[in-house]
């Protein structure tokens, strides 16, 4: 009852935006592009229709495409399909370290699966569900292509056989290792006799390790044929074994699991039809293809030969269903591909899935739809419709971006992009704990998953080489639990997972989390709970990072979170720098976590911990303030410094008044950390001047055009903090402001003609900035609103993408969870304003044109107890809650605390979604 009143509070706001803002014109939703066209699927949920013709493109003359391949996420919980505009799909596995399966080796006439064709018995091809370009599916004759929530539908029509196909794949919602394909096959002839057909579902079974464009060749196929569980259905399994040196040995087959560059425990893959049609099988790729190749392989004019092809590297998965076609009739063929990395068998988890098949994708979808819909978001200057399609959209991304850790035994969401996709990394060890951020909100089914990638973090946890001191956290991650941190050393880590930490307990009052015991699995550190290892890394960064005796900053090692920084500044002395330089924005950064992490402590009675961590936080904040550049041209504003590298010989400090350079990425956590109250105003001015207005598409790093993405790109992770500092200080019209450009349509809107960044995109995007840049100029890479040269391998499904937007639902109005609950600062300039913001967990509504004084929303903590909801309110508004407002807590009025400043109140709840704090304000008369 109380989430269906949260449901009705948003949606009532958001038709109220919609008509406000009087409707659209156009035909297609905003956001678009050139690519294709949004629409709502038939499950409610929003999809792209992808069309890619090659007129979209308006890159610069001369120029290739930016990528070969445009791609979609299909995931759910425990696997990420790589969808691709040419109808294929690869699956990324993680368990075994990273690989990708279902593999692109046209050496081997290996495609990737997830594809088929429709043919006469006599193998006449009537549809392929695999167009002819990659780039362009547009090309090929009665071919569709729709992205969606967990699927990729492809549309085949042959008019003149009176025929149409409709192939979707789709990862069930939960943590399934398997996709479905379902193909509908319809009969469009008004009369006629039926019509015996044929169709060819086609999984390659070539797999990665490590790299997209690198094939494995310690692989060795192991394929049977077997009876499916129901008697009729066949199960194609790949036993797979990995033929690696490193692999022979018994330490590989023999105990607990061991770090390794090779999976030598690969998990069977396997094909299963799924319901009672005639089936026959092939695993020989190349005499399938043939001299018909790809686009009409030779095999459809002959029997499969039922043959296991064991061990040859063409060794594929191709299942033939015979079927009659009446007249006006349809057919549907489903099956199932997938990989069993437990103590289920194949053909047992095949015929679970079977069981419930027919109706998997609608059930599938409706899961989905109760998950996306529980976010929104409407404020003046914002279009309604759009916000809530793409936070639906994101929460998917975002949710369907994990995968399960083997080694660590634990989800984790990695970036993706080009980390995952070209490199198979899992790093920065910043990035994962940042991107779960936004599912703290998310209820109970998705904050679980905060959790997991709190504790996979906590078990990477180490002894310190430089210091021998517990709580070091490597740069990242690769195979199969190795440290990848490529020479990387930062000084963040540790502060990022105490802030995500101390975020969830806040949040939800889930206190018996900290309770958890957790084992570090590759080092000689000591197991503990989280409680114990949260505070490892606190001491870690205390004791062994430790602060400059200079700048009284964090010390920055050899990166702080710009991993890219010395690299870029070039100081006279890099190791003077790596010895003895220091961080501003690591140490607003920790400023922002240990105030947090300060009052968990208190929460749970640390009071010791607390005090110590207080005093600190102390410390640090002053370094911050004491790091202020007065602006050289304007002494009504300024900035925070970005670093210090080490000695006035070595170049002193990097963006000060010197310089002229103001790095947002600083100036953002600088809000967060709450540094010196006086200066905040002129600090937004700065921000708004330097690197807001002038981009359409998010601040830019820096207002410097040298240089790549690190310095004048758009950074997603810059941004998150950026939104959440101008909202925590009341600046909500430019916090929602920055929200707009941060969305994936307004880039769409600006570059139409770029595909990444209309449903997906990388963790920066190139600023109008880089256009003029000569180092750059007439470079395709370095076109505005593209990416930089690094990223372009694979430009879409990072989490940087996804996650921003998400968790800047809640804080562009300043939410904050406190020691006593939460708060608010729905500071607009128009006190009129007409708001919502909402999560499964909390929410907030504000509707200035009933009433001065009108506001209502939800607190649905994991735990029971009494919870503050505080409001800090602009002087016109709490004037006038002095006068008019009471609270309603479920109809029921509770004493309200009103002062010139806001006002709050405290109330009961019960700990679940359906005893949640429910509230509204309410006129006295």
């Known amino acids: 009852q109380h989430c269906n009143k ?23 939703p905003p956001g678009s592009s050139h690519f294709g066209v949004w629409f709502t699927d038939r499950w409610g949920l929003p999809a792209y229709r992808y069309t890619g013709h090659p007129a979209a493109s308006s890159l610069p003359t001369g120029h290739a495409p930016l990528v070969p391949t445009v791609a979609h996420q299909v995931g759910n919980d425990r696997i990420v399909g790589v969808g691709l505009t040419n109808g294929e799909l690869s699956v990324r596995q993680d368990e075994g370290g990273p690989k990708l399966l279902h593999m692109l080796s046209e050496a081997d006439s290996q495609y990737r699966g997830g594809f088929g064709y429709l043919s006469t018995t006599e193998g006449d091809v009537l549809a392929a569900s695999r167009a002819k ?61 039926a019509r015996p057909l ?40 790949d036993a797979v074994i990995n033929t690696a040196t490193e692999c022979s040995t018994s330490a590989a087959t023999d105990g607990p699991p061991r770090p390794s560059y090779e999976d030598c425990h690969p998990a069977p893959t396997f094909l299963a039809s799924v319901d009672s049609f005639t089936t026959t099988f092939t695993t020989a790729a190349a005499a399938y293809f043939g001299s018909g190749g790809v686009v ?187 440290e990848d941190s490529l020479g990387f050393w930062p000084s963040d880590l540790e502060n990022y997972l105490l802030l995500t930490a101390a975020q969830y307990v806040l949040a939800t009052r889930d206190v018996s989390f900290l309770s958890e015991p957790v084992a570090p699995t590759n080092s000689t550190v000591p197991g503990g709970t989280v409680a114990e290892l949260l505070w490892a890394c606190f001491t870690h960064i205390r004791d062994s990072t430790g602060v400059s005796p200079t700048t009284g900053l964090i010390t920055l090692l050899n990166v702080d979170h710009n991993d890219g920084l010395l690299s870029h ?32 402590l208190r929460a749970v009675g640390e009071t010791e911990h607390a005090d110590a961590v207080a005093n600190h936080t102390a410390q640090l904040q002053a370094a911050v303030e004491a790091a202020w550049a007065p602006n050289p041209t304007s002494n009504s504003s300024g900035w925070y410094k970005r670093v210090h590298l080490g000695d006035v010989d070595n170049g002193g400090w990097v963006g000060d008044e010197r310089d002229g350079v103001m790095w947002t990425e600083t100036q953002a956590w600088s809000l967060l950390a709450d540094t010196a109250p006086d200066r905040i105003a002129k600090l937004v001015a700065e921000l708004d001047r330097q690197v807001r207005k002038p981009s359409p ?24 903090a ?158 006038c809650c002095q006068s008019v407002g009471v609270v309603l807590v479920d109809g029921r009025s509770v004493t309200t605390n009103v002062t010139a400043a806001g006002l709050s109140f405290v109330a009961t709840a019960g700990g679940s979604e359906q005893t949640a704090i429910v509230w509204r304000t309410h006129s006295k008369a």
């Open 6 to 28: 949260m449901v009705l509070l948003l949606a009532s706001l958001v038709a109220a935006m919609s008509v406000l803002a009087g409707g659209r014109k156009g035909d297609d």
């Open 133 to 193: 370009s990659t780039v362009s599916p547009g090309d090929t004759p009665g071919f569709e292509l729709e992205f969606g929530v967990g699927y990729i539908r492809k549309g085949m029509a042959n008019t003149s056989a009176g025929v149409t196909v409709s192939h979707v794949v789709f990862a069930p919602f939960g943590d399934d290792p398997v996709v479905v394909s379902e193909v509908t096959i319809t009969d469009q002839r008004g009369a006629g006799p």
């Open 198 to 237: 044929q169709w060819d579902e086609v999984w390659g079974q070539a797999r990665s390790t490590w790299r997209l464009d690198a094939v494995s060749t310690s692989f060795e196929h192991r394929i049977t044929a077997n009876p499916g569980a129901d008697g009729s259905s066949t199960v194609l399994v």
């Open 296 to 482: 009409a392989p030779s095999g459809l004019r002959r029997p499969l030969d039922m043959q296991t092809n064991t061990t040859a590297s063409d060794a594929t998965m191709v299942m033939r269903r015979h079927f009659v076609l009446a007249a006006g009739g349809s057919v549907t063929l489903r099956f199932v591909a997938g990989y069993a990395p437990g103590s289920e068998s194949p053909v047992a988890m095949a015929a679970r899935i079977a069981a419930t098949a027919p109706t998997l994708w609608s059930a599938s979808s409706a899961e989905w739809r109760s998950f996306c819909t529980g976010y929104g978001a409407t404020a003046p200057g914002l279009d309604a419709q759009t916000v809530q399609r793409e936070l639906q959209w994101h929460a998917y991304n975002l949710r369907a971006g994990l995968s399960f850790d083997s080694f660590r035994g634990e989800h984790v969401l990695n970036q993706g992009g080009n980390y995952a996709y070209s490199g198979g990394l899992q790093g920065a060890a910043r990035d994962p704990v940042s991107h779960v951020m936004p599912l703290i909100t998310a209820g109970p089914n998705g904050s679980k998953f905060v959790k997991e990638v709190v504790r996979y973090t906590l078990k990477e946890l180490e002894n310190d080489p430089r210091t021998g001191i517990a709580g070091w956290i490597p740069w990242g991650q690769g195979a199969f639990g190795m």
């Open 569 to 600: 500044l070039k100081p006279p002395n890099k190791t003077e720098a790596q010895l003895h330089g220091s961080s501003v924005m690591n140490t607003a950064l920790a400023v922002y976590a240990y105030m947090q992490y300060v009052d968990v």
């Open 697 to 720: 598409v998010g601040a830019f790093n820096t207002g410097k055009s040298s240089g790549a993405g690190d310095y004048a790109g758009v950074w997603w992770c810059g941004n998150l």
């Open 722 to 879: 950026l939104i959440a500092g101008l909202g925590r200080h009341g600046f909500c019209d430019l916090a929602v402001d920055e929200f707009n450009k941060n969305l994936l349509a307004q880039h769409a809107i600006v570059y139409p003609d770029i595909w990444f960044g209309v449903w997906s995109g990388p963790d920066t995007f190139n600023s109008v900035l880089m256009a003029a840049d000569p180092e750059w100029k007439g470079k395709a890479e370095s076109y505005a609103g593209a990416t930089r040269t690094m990223t372009i391998e694979f430009p879409v499904m990072n989490m940087w993408t996804h996650t921003t937007p998400l968790y800047s639902v809640l804080s562009m109005i300043g939410t904050t969870f406190t020691a006593d609950g939460v708060r608010f600062s729905p500071k607009f300039a128009d006190s009129a304003a007409v708001f919502a913001v909402a999560s499964p967990l909390v929410g907030l509504a504000g509707n200035g044109s009933a009433f001065c004084c009108s506001f209502s929303g939800w607190y649905a903590p994991h735990a029971a107890g009494s919870f503050a909801i505080e409001l800090a309110l602009t002087p016109t508004v709490a004037t």
